[in-house]
């Protein structure tokens, strides 16, 4: 075969690699030439550096950092926005989640407890507020019934009436005439216990109130008033028994003003402690006649 006939050649590629990119730029490159051996070096090289285990590239250029010393019982400054060391802080100071979570439910429980005493608080100021104006209520307009001679004296020269009216008005506000009275057994309610206490200050002379404001309850002030007041005046009783027998008929032109006269002196009776039974009159008699 003559040289103008021979074939040309046509290099294959291996179908185990893939093409390298360098030969298809190096033209007509024929096995063995110096320029293929020197672009398979090249592509050898830069495929090394896609295996694992390559060395990082350094710099020559020293970087400044800055050195924070860590110490276990004082918190650690903020670091530098340079240095990309971040150290965690030992097992003993990082924060508890049981212990975070016991403190905020501690911290509920007291706010909570807190509230329910302030609630607490206020409904007991509402509940004396509605008490006291209930308590100032019932004494005002009682105190507005009351007549002015049955108010008692300085002197008790009224006691007998004041006590009658005394009766009257416990009856109507406590059900019990013997309010002011009672037994040792029951127990009286504190509000009514307020009212009458109210009740006894509105029923007496202004002198009279000082001596009272030192007494624990109603039962011991109207206790002191009557045994202040409360005394057999013999006198008394021998005018009073005179006034009864020298009612004269004559005098009064009506029937209704005899009774009035009678009734008079009853009422008299009744303030000076006398008892018309057969001993008390015969002891008037015998002592009127001396």
């Known amino acids: 075969m003559s040289d103008e006939h021979r074939p040309e050649y046509k290099p294959q590629q291996s179908a185990y690699r893939k093409p390298i990119s360098t030969l298809s730029k190096t033209g007509c490159l024929t096995p ?14 830069s495929d090394a550096t896609l295996f694992k285990g390559k060395e990082t590239a350094r710099s020559e250029t020293p970087e400044e950092t800055v050195y924070q010393p860590r110490i276990a019982d004082k918190p650690t400054a903020a670091l530098s926005s340079t240095n990309w060391l971040r150290q965690d802080p030992p097992p003993h100071l990082k924060p508890n989640p049981t212990l975070q979570l016991l403190t905020e439910m501690k911290a509920q429980c007291d706010a909570d407890q807190a ?3 302030r609630d607490e608080e206020q409904l007991q100021c509402r509940t004396n507020l509605e008490e006291q104006t209930r308590i100032a209520s019932t004494v005002a307009a009682v105190a507005k019934r009351m007549a002015d001679d049955g108010i008692l004296q300085p002197d008790g020269s009224n006691l007998h009436r004041w006590e009658r009216m005394l009766c009257m008005h416990s009856m109507e506000q406590f059900g019990d ?5 009672p037994d040792e057994g ?3 309610d504190s509000t009514d216990e307020k009212i009458g ?3 006894l200050n509105s029923s007496v002379h202004r002198d009279l109130i000082y001596d009272l404001l030192s007494l624990g309850s109603s039962a011991a002030v109207f206790a002191h008033i009557v045994a202040k007041f409360r005394s057999v005046n ?9 006034d009864f027998i020298l009612v004269d008929p004559s005098k009064h032109n009506t029937t209704a003003g005899i009774l009035a006269a009678f009734n008079e002196t009853a009422r008299v009776f009744d303030e000076v402690e006398v008892l018309l039974n057969l001993d008390e009159m015969m002891g008037l008699i015998l002592q009127a006649n001396l």
């Open 197 to 199: 206490r109210g009740i």
């Open 234 to 242: 013999r006198a008394a009783q021998l005018k009073a028994w005179r």
């Open 115 to 117: 509230r329910r005493d």
């Open 32 to 45: 063995g030439s110096n320029s293929l051996c020197g672009a398979i070096e090249k592509q050898q090289t």
């Open 177 to 181: 005439p013997n309010f002011f009275t």
């Open 186 to 188: 029951p127990v009286i």
